[in-house]
């Protein structure tokens, strides 16, 4: 009996020591590899901001900028937004701004609130030696970040075209619940990376469309394994309740142009969205809101008719 429970012992040390050696090696492989792949396919400009490395990513010409904000924990929103700013970037100057924790830009311990984000924003895009005012074509959870910017610095912004953009009293009706901080190891051990391993086929929808490049598909995968439940990530997503309070029953200013492109998946899925969208209105000749088919990441598969939607958008109310 003894021996038995010797044996048995040792067999739960061995898989223990096992374990914890598989778990060594990947959080090693996964930090080594990551370095050489930011390294090898790094794509655009990088900036310092307080000490931390943003990357950003400038294409086109125009007397107007375009400034491409993504939605939370879009893992490389450089080449999320590449066909949408190639198109874009016929008439106008194209920004897309990598949030610390996001592609390839760092990661940061500093709170993820709106003022935080939205200066950040701007020292990059002071540091870019672009100046605005800007029209700010936010993705999901940056349409509460646009608006806050455009509110508080409204010199800065001249309009704001909205990719199923999140807005702030959405939270009213159901909040977030807050994220667990210990998923973070599933980031620092590799364990993200390991998925995408034993998951080859593991698609985001952009996978399918022409649009995007093989290299840019192989970006966002890579990015995925860097990027997904890090620090950065997750205090965003436990600070937005916080981020849309702060602008519960806030409405757009009545001189600021707006063009909401909402999802029909969206807006058929959950009753509220479009209303939601709606109570934001204060000037409808100049705020509009557009609905086309597909999902909540739009411009996987519509990157050509938003393109289109934003330029006649544009050309109606921002002309001199």
Request: zero cysteines; a negative charge; aromatic letters at 8%.
């Amino acid at each position: 009996m003894k021996k038995a429970i010797r044996i048995t012992g040792k067999i739960i040390l061995w898989i223990f020591v096992t374990i914890i050696g598989l778990l060594l090696i990947s959080a090693l492989s996964h930090n080594i590899l990551k370095s050489m792949e930011k390294h090898k396919y790094k794509i655009g400009k990088t900036i310092d901001i307080d000490g931390k490395h943003m990357q950003a990513y400038v294409t086109g010409q125009g007397e107007k900028t375009i400034v491409l904000l993504s939605g939370l924990g879009t893992a490389s929103p450089i080449a999320d937004f590449m066909p949408l700013a190639d198109r874009l970037g016929t008439d106008y100057k194209v920004v897309i701004l990598e949030y610390f924790g996001y592609g390839f830009s760092d990661s940061t311990k500093a709170e993820r609130s709106n003022e935080n984000i939205v200066n950040e924003i701007r020292t990059a895009l002071n540091q870019l030696e672009i100046k605005g005012p800007y029209i700010l074509m936010p993705h999901s959870i940056s349409g509460v970040y646009s608006m806050y910017y455009a509110i508080k610095y409204p010199d800065e912004v001249e309009a704001i075209i909205g990719i199923d953009e999140s807005v702030p009293n959405q939270t009213k009706i159901s909040k977030d619940p807050d994220m667990s901080h210990s998923l973070t190891l599933l980031n620092t051990f590799g364990i993200i990376r390991d998925i995408t391993y034993l998951l080859p086929e593991a698609e985001d929808g952009s996978n399918k469309n022409n649009d995007y490049t093989q290299e840019q598909i192989k970006i966002k995968k890579m990015a995925t394994a860097w990027n997904s439940l890090n620090e950065s990530i997750i205090n965003e997503f436990n600070m937005v309740n916080k981020n849309t309070e702060e602008l519960y029953d806030v409405k757009y200013p009545d001189h600021l142009p707006v063009l909401a492109i909402l999802a029909k998946e969206t807006v058929d899925t959950d009753k509220n969205w479009l209303p939601l969208h709606q109570q934001l209105i204060t000037s409808p000749s100049i705020q509009k809101i557009e609905t086309l088919p597909g999902e909540h990441y739009l411009h996987w598969t519509n990157a050509g008719r938003i393109a289109e939607l934003s330029k006649e958008f544009i050309s109606a109310n921002l002309t001199k």
